[in-house]
């Protein structure tokens, strides 16, 4: 009988200690080390700081648990940051696990964050069958692609293709354009501009070919009109 509580307290000894181990094994790490060189930093950073060994900027991110540190490059930065936004349309991390292993499976190698979170992009906008929900899509993948100082101008031409797509004619008149409070100086030679949904969706007016803002220091050029729905009262 002493033998088998003895045996029995082992069992429970070893189960708590591997159940500890899972568990630990789940949270990301608070050593400060360079995401880039791996060198360790005297001081936690608690922002985006440069690292003084390889002069590479480090990002914080400290409630994620997309990675095993919270000290990121600025790709996994905002693949991060997109996970957040990813996460409104249904998106988590369990869907970023399993394009990440299909990827790594595909290319016989591990992708970079930024491949897994455009393939979830556009996995995400091959499915959608809304208009108004696959502008706000296109929004978030031309957001990502800005972040990152890639091209996205395409991108976010094909959002507001689709908010437009998405309008009911039988209700809306037509449709003006109203600039954001600091727009460039182009965006506001078209301001208040008025187009028919048809020749909007002829013309393109937006986004402003020659926008010049930059949103939040990325490449220039993302143009913030929108339009405002004019109904036919008649």
């Not at 060198?39 to 409630?63: A, D, M, Q």
Request: proline residues 3%.
């Amino acid at each position: 009988m002493i033998n088998f509580i003895i045996l029995l307290l082992v069992v429970v000894f070893i189960w708590f200690l591997i159940a500890h181990i899972d568990k630990s094994s789940n949270k990301t790490t608070s050593i400060a080390a360079c995401p880039y060189c791996g060198v360790i930093l005297n001081k936690i950073p608690k922002r985006k700081t440069k690292c003084p060994e390889c002069k590479e900027y480090i990002y914080v991110r400290s409630k994620q648990t997309l990675f095993s540190s919270h000290f990121l490059t600025k790709e996994d930065a905002v693949a991060v940051d997109a996970m957040r936004e990813l996460a409104g349309f249904g998106i988590d991390k369990n869907h970023y696990s399993r394009k990440k292993a299909n990827l790594s499976k595909k290319f016989g190698q591990e992708p970079n964050s930024q491949d897994v979170i455009w393939g979830l992009y556009n996995n995400l906008i091959s499915k959608v069958q809304d208009y108004n929900e696959a502008s706000m899509i296109y929004y978030s993948m031309a957001l990502f692609l800005n972040k990152l100082g890639k091209p996205y101008f395409s991108v976010l031409k094909q959002s507001r293709k689709a908010e437009l797509k998405g309008i009911n004619k039988r209700i809306i008149k037509a449709v003006r354009i109203q600039n954001s409070g600091d727009s460039c100086e182009a965006c506001k030679t078209i301001d208040a501009k008025i187009f028919t949904v048809e020749q909007a969706l002829k013309e393109m007016p937006l986004p402003c070919k020659e926008c010049t803002y930059s949103l939040q220091g990325g490449k220039p050029g993302f143009c913030r009109c929108y339009y405002e729905l004019i109904i036919d009262e008649d």
